[in-house]
């Protein structure tokens, strides 16, 4: 079965770091780019990030650059988002998703999500 | 930022019902355009991408059109698994941006 299982959320405080991973299985992981969606409470889906297949490119929403690192590793099937200097509004259920194609940006496998909630 | 606006907000439907979901951008995103389902704590799920071509697996009764700027999905007959929220996304450029979702609710 394709799926994605998202982890490292929890309860951080503002200014806190907090590590986010996603475990890819069912495909081949190496062969997708990758994305983070995030949903905060009572609010609609927001694209945070991409990668590409190799790492070598990556794409940020503005409100996060300089503050959340996308990052993956493809020999372990894992997608990782370091996010530091975390807000109050960074409070979410963080969606892991893969890309449909090469040739879209739309996503075709989501994770069920892990929630980050900074408060102090 | 492409901004993606979708109305109405919410809509009040019946089994059996046609119910349509708009979606325009700000500007013109040819046709690089998705629609997702949303039910709480689960996955977001792929209904419609390229606007109007149907993932597999998806019922027919789930259609997508438009192109540039005006997008609808259509879900015609509509059944009790359908009440959800339903997202619009531009797959154009980043940073990637859906619309401010839509909430099929019980009538």
């Known amino acids: 079965e394709v799926q994605l299982v998202e982890s490292g959320g929890g309860l951080v405080q503002p200014g806190g770091s907090l590590r986010l991973s996603c475990a890819g299985s069912?495909?081949?992981?190496?062969?997708?780019?990758m994305s983070w969606v995030r949903q905060a409470p009572g609010k609609g889906l927001e694209w945070m990030a991409n990668?590409?297949?190799?790492?070598?490119?990556?794409n940020y929403v503005d409100s996060v650059k300089g503050r959340l690192t996308i990052s993956r590793d493809n020999a372990k099937s894992s997608l990782y988002l370091q996010m530091d200097s975390l807000r109050v509004e960074d409070t979410a259920v963080y969606y892991c998703?893969?890309?449909?194609?090469?040739?879209?940006?739309?996503?075709?496998?989501w994770g069920r999500g892990t929630r980050v909630t900074v408060s102090s | 930022d492409i901004q993606m606006t979708q109305s109405p907000s919410s809509v009040s439907a019946s089994v059996g019902d046609r119910v349509t979901i708009t979606c325009r951008a700000s500007?013109?995103?040819?046709?690089?355009l998705a629609w997702y389902q949303h039910k709480p704590g689960k996955a977001p799920k792929l209904l419609i991408y390229?606007?109007?071509t149907l993932q597999t697996g998806v019922p027919s009764r789930f259609s997508g059109s438009g192109s540039g700027t005006d997008f609808a999905l259509t879900i015609t007959s509509l059944q009790p698994e359908d009440f959800a929220t339903y997202y619009c996304?531009?797959?154009?450029?980043?940073?990637?941006?859906f619309g401010g979702g839509t909430k099929v609710e019980v009538k």
């Open positions: 069912g495909f081949i992981f190496s062969s997708y780019f």
């Open positions: 998703a893969r890309d449909i194609s090469s040739n879209s940006d739309a996503f075709d496998i």
């Open positions: 996304q531009q797959a154009y450029t980043f940073p990637l941006t």
């Open positions: 500007q013109g995103i040819a046709s690089w």
């Open positions: 390229a606007a109007s």
């Open positions: 990668i590409k297949q190799d790492g070598s490119e990556k």
